[in-house]
Nanobody, 118 residues
Framework: QVQLVESGGGLVQAGGSLRLSCVAS????????MGWYRQAPGKERELVAA???????NYGDSVKGRFTISRDNGKKTVYLQMNSLKPEDTAVYYC????????????WGQGTQVTVSS
């Protein structure tokens, strides 16, 4: 069973920055896509950002230009740099990993709370 461990969440004022990290318990070098999702109270989980092995990225419309996703395969880690945070960014952020080798396997982290005060 693959484990994803997130860190870096917390409380920040509007306009501030946070960096989330997610470490996988296994290699992410091959056939892997990593991503961040978030879920606010009363809302559905939504894509924040995703990045493939080749470095292709995809962002949710609400975070484009403010958030940056990156990965370090050697450290089995994906990062989410969040700048210009807004109160509406408040949510639990979840790390997601998908492997598409000999079928599809998907895993989720336990989530980390991000709270942006106005």
């Amino acid at each position: 069973q693959v484990q994803l461990v997130e860190s870096g969440g917390g409380l920040v004022q509007a306009g501030g920055s946070l960096r989330l990290s997610c470490v996988a318990s296994t290699s992410i070098n091959i056939g892997n896509s990593m991503g961040w999702y978030r879920q606010a109270p009363g809302k559905e989980r939504e894509l924040v950002a995703a990045i493939t092995n080749g470095g292709s990225t995809n962002y949710g419309d609400s975070v484009k230009g403010r958030f940056t996703i990156s990965r370090d395969n050697g450290k089995k880690t994906v990062y989410l740099q969040m700048n210009s945070l807004k109160p509406e960014d408040t949510a639990v952020y979840y790390c997601n990993a998908v492997w598409r080798v000999f079928g599809t396997r998907e895993y989720w982290g336990q989530g980390t709370q991000v709270t942006v005060s106005s």
